[in-house]
């Protein structure tokens, strides 16, 4: 193994030789059961997993929680059992369907990924040709590579980060540290178990090496991580402080009609919350609110306000609630209640309070 691993100082060569087999034999009795996976029976068997349900689970868990994102896999999985049928979707049903995930970009992706496949008639095999799909970038074309394909591919997202953070005590710059991390990985990943050691790095990541207070007690890594050894593993990874976020303020309009529907907009496909339903408002400004400008109706009442945090700001947004019929896109309040991103869905939650 140690000839295997050129990028590798002799010293880390021989402290990680032994990596990928502690690693493989703690995955054997500690893996997580997750849906998306197959077990360790099937896979005896050869069986590997569908690339269509490891391509959506990856998906939906980029930047999620596994218990969120589980509901909505199980969600699309049952009503979407394939990607010719997830393909043949409406765009407005996928949208709405993934309300309250977060990230929108990744469902217009996933859609346009889905009918890329589905027009070529199969997923590419090869991590090469799966990164050039829409929303595939080099994590995903290495988890779905080695967990659908078999291919000697790394997966390396934040946990598998982390943990290599701390083997290493990594001290440098966070953006060096991150790219010789990325190559260690894929120097370690073993040609005939690639699927086990992405998924037990991943198990390692979320369930012993945690971001607050890892259990190294537990671990199978402990003897070989500098970081433990140092006393205090959780200072790692070592990253540049975030800026702050800024705020955006502005209005959002709850316009109901005698029929209890509520008027929508359908958001353009560019742009936060991109092709999703929304309520209108305001634009959402820094610094200060915008003047109030509702569309069209009576008895309009300020009622409150509701916060929510993006990637790059957090945002206020004044509610307002008024009686109207004039408007073209009305929408059954239970049916909006399901089908707007959470942030619209808050502001309709405290209109219909
Ligand atoms: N996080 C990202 N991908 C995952 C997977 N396939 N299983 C569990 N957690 C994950």
């Known amino acids: 193994m140690t000839a295997t691993l050129p990028g590798m100082s002799t010293d880390e060569k021989l402290r990680f030789e032994d990596l990928p087999e502690r690693l493989l034999d703690w995955y054997a009795l500690s893996a997580r059961d997750l849906p998306w996976r197959i077990g360790p029976a099937e896979r005896a068997q050869g069986v590997k997993a569908d690339p269509y349900r490891v391509w959506m689970a990856e998906i939906m868990l980029q930047q999620t929680t596994v218990p969120h994102a589980t509901r909505y896999y199980q969600a699309f999985t049952r009503r979407w059992p394939t990607v010719e049928a997830l393909a043949a979707a409406a765009d407005e049903d996928v949208m709405a369907a993934w309300a309250g ?80 991390i990325k190559e260690m990985v894929e120097m370690l990943v073993p040609a005939d178990r690639p699927a086990e050691f992405a998924e037990a790095l991943m198990d390692l990541g979320a369930t012993v090496c945690t971001p607050k207070r890892p259990d190294c007690l537990i671990c199978p890594l402990r003897e070989l991580c500098a970081g433990a050894g140092e006393g205090d593993p959780a200072r790692y990874p070592i990253k540049p402080k975030k800026a702050a976020k800024p705020v955006r303020r502005g209005h959002v309009y709850a316009l109901f009609n005698d029929q209890g529907e509520v008027l929508t907009e359908r958001r353009p496909n560019k742009g936060l919350l991109g092709g999703m339903l929304g309520l209108p408002g305001s634009d959402w400004i820094v610094d200060t609110r915008p003047e109030p400008s509702p569309p069209s109706g009576e008895n309009w009442q300020d009622i409150g306000e509701v916060r929510h945090v993006f990637t790059h700001f957090s945002l206020e947004l004044t509610v307002w609630r008024g009686q109207g019929s004039i408007g073209d896109h009305w929408t059954p309040r239970s049916t909006a209640a399901d089908a707007l991103p959470s942030v619209f869905a808050k502001a309709l939650k405290l209109a219909v309070k």
Request: net charge positive.
């Open 101 to 180: 995930l977060g990230y929108y970009a990744r469902a217009r992706n996933l859609l346009k990924c889905a009918r890329e496949v589905a027009e070529r008639g199969s997923w590419p095999h090869t991590v090469e040709a799966l990164r050039t799909l829409p929303g595939i970038g080099a994590y995903t074309a290495g988890a779905v590579g080695a967990l659908a394909f078999g291919r000697r591919a790394a997966a390396v997202d934040g946990n598998v980060d982390r943990v290599f953070a701390r083997l290493l005590a990594a001290k440098g710059e966070w953006k060096a540290e991150k790219a010789r």
